[in-house]
């Protein structure tokens, strides 16, 4: 894999390869229609690129997100319950994060705790995943283990307010918690690799969900918390509390509302990663692209904005980069990775990414991610908005009628 595999499409075939059937839809399916899931690609897909002639240098990919130097403008977004996908789960991510020099949110729903991975990555620039709560001694306590482990942005979810009808896992048996019914021991049976790397590993705790920090037996209400639930009754309060509860960085994770985004802002919140959880939760959802102009015309240099759900290529983060985005943030490809050759398969992607980055800046005449951004609109053009301009336009024949009669 390592060797032949050259692009994130080619890591998803090879773990569609490895892991059960019922456990890689869980990994790459949508809610409902998929709709959200399918536009996700057909809105990147939608804006072309525009090169211009002109000397370009490196060029260079290095960028400041939330006042750190990160190597790429790409982070690696929460993944919960990573030890589905192999026995390394989260530990084999963060080595490649910290390799890479990139950023790597860990999930509350991780199978490894925090001090884990502070401990055996202290270079990594560790995010954390955290949850809203109405109990806030509960909550300072938490605060108090994520600072300790050095842990000094939160990521906060708004996107999980129900469950998604991930209609995938309904049909293959992929229920909360798991049940082990004739269909799912086929299933596994079909994968016996798969099934001997789970029996060797440490299994499923989830050591981040107290603050203290114990290995919880897993529950029916942990496992709607893993398969994308959380309490309905957070809001913005919640999130005014936390605000004034944590002196760190705190990003927004989940909206596509631009309203949202000059809230987030004015709550002095750090960063919004624009989102619509890979189309996994709300189906027919906006897409990022689709209201990233706007947010950032709503909020100028305020706030820093991230997107997620649908990047694939290095081209994807640089027609974000030119439409306002200050990074973006993927969490299926590096799964991908991660189950097709653990940690190397996770670096790998990422190195993926780098090339198609430096690559498509090269040819479209950028030397640095600042350049980029500040150029802008020169580098990208929306087909969908240049193929109406050309249904509105004249024909040939009725071009050269109008000469002739005028």
């Not at 994968?191 to 919880?216: E, H, I, K, T, V």
């Not at 802008?376 to 929306?382: K, P, Y």
């Amino acid at each position: 894999m390592l060797a032949n595999a050259y692009n994130v499409t080619e890591f998803r075939t090879a773990a569609r390869r490895v892991l059960p059937a019922g456990i890689f839809d869980y990994l790459d399916g949508g809610s409902e229609d998929e709709v959200t899931l399918r536009r996700n690609r057909e809105v990147f897909e939608a804006w072309g690129l525009m090169p211009s002639w002109g000397p370009v240098s490196g060029p260079d990919t290095t960028t400041s997100l939330l006042g750190r130097r990160s190597a790429l403008p790409l982070t690696l977004t929460p993944t919960g319950a990573t030890r589905l996908f192999h026995p390394e789960g989260e530990l084999a991510v963060a080595k490649a994060a910290e390799a890479a020099g990139i950023p790597y949110g860990l999930a509350g729903m991780s199978t490894v705790a925090m001090e884990s991975i502070a401990e055996s990555f202290p270079g990594l620039d560790r995010w954390f995943n955290f949850g809203l709560s109405r109990d806030a001694p509960s909550r300072d306590q938490k605060l108090a283990r994520c600072k300790a482990a050095g842990f000094d942005t939160l990521i906060v979810g708004v996107d999980t307010r129900a469950l998604g009808a991930r209609e995938r896992d309904l049909h293959n048996g992929f229920t909360a918690p798991p049940s082990l019914t004739l269909s799912t021991l086929v299933d596994i049976a079909s994968r016996p690799g798969w099934w001997a790397n789970f029996l060797r590993s440490d299994g499923l705790s989830f050591p981040n969900l107290s603050p203290q920090g114990p290995n919880p037996t897993v529950t029916p209400s942990m496992w709607q918390q893993i398969l994308g639930h959380s309490d309905s009754g957070n809001g913005w309060g919640e999130l005014e509390a936390l605000r004034e509860a944590w002196d760190g960085k705190i990003v927004l994770k989940g909206c596509v509302n631009p309203d949202d985004v000059a809230r987030a802002a004015g709550i002095g919140l750090d960063a919004v990663q624009l989102s619509n959880h890979g189309g996994r939760q709300l189906d027919h959802m906006l897409s990022p692209m689709d209201v990233l102009q706007e947010s950032r015309q709503r909020v100028g240099s305020a706030i820093e904005i991230y997107v997620d759900s649908g990047i694939r290529r290095g081209s994807d983060v640089v027609k974000a980069l030119a439409l306002g985005a200050d990074a973006c943030a993927i969490g299926r490809p590096y799964l991908y990775g991660l189950v097709a050759a653990g940690s190397q398969g996770v670096g790998r992607i990422i190195e993926i990414f780098s090339e198609e980055l430096r690559r498509t800046m090269t040819l479209v005449g950028v030397s640095t991610v600042a350049e980029l951004k500040v150029k802008g609109s020169e580098v990208v053009r929306d087909l969908r908005g240049a193929m109406k301009e050309m249904d509105g336009a004249p024909s040939r024949a009725e071009g050269a009628s109008l000469l002739t009669t005028n």
